[in-house]
């Protein structure tokens, strides 16, 4: 039986080969892959499946988007986590989680003005 990461990856996999212009669906899949990645402790496959969500949907959407603000918050909540195991690395890697906050908050105060 799969699990449902799995059925994910083979979603993902699916969607890029038969359908490489459908990049919403491509990027609502990288999301809910980087939500499960999370959860489940791997905080480099999480991170690689945020981004590439984010790169889908700024290209999409534009930088204004609630959508583009839910990949950053996935990648913020990536760097705090490897901030809390890469000692060296954590000062930069906060740094970057407050600036992705920062934008997710700007893009949430826009979105609530609309």
Known sequence: MSTYVERLEHQLAQAKHRHPANNAYISKICA???DEYVHSGDIAKAEAAYAESYE????INGPDHLRVARSLHGLAVCRVRQA???TTKRKALLRQ???SLEE?????????ER
């Open 32 to 34: 809910r892959l980087g």
């Open 97 to 99: 989680a407050k600036r």
């Open 56 to 59: 889908i949907r700024l290209s």
């Open 104 to 112: 997710v908050l700007r893009i949430q105060i826009l979105a609530g």
């Open 84 to 86: 809390t195991t890469h």
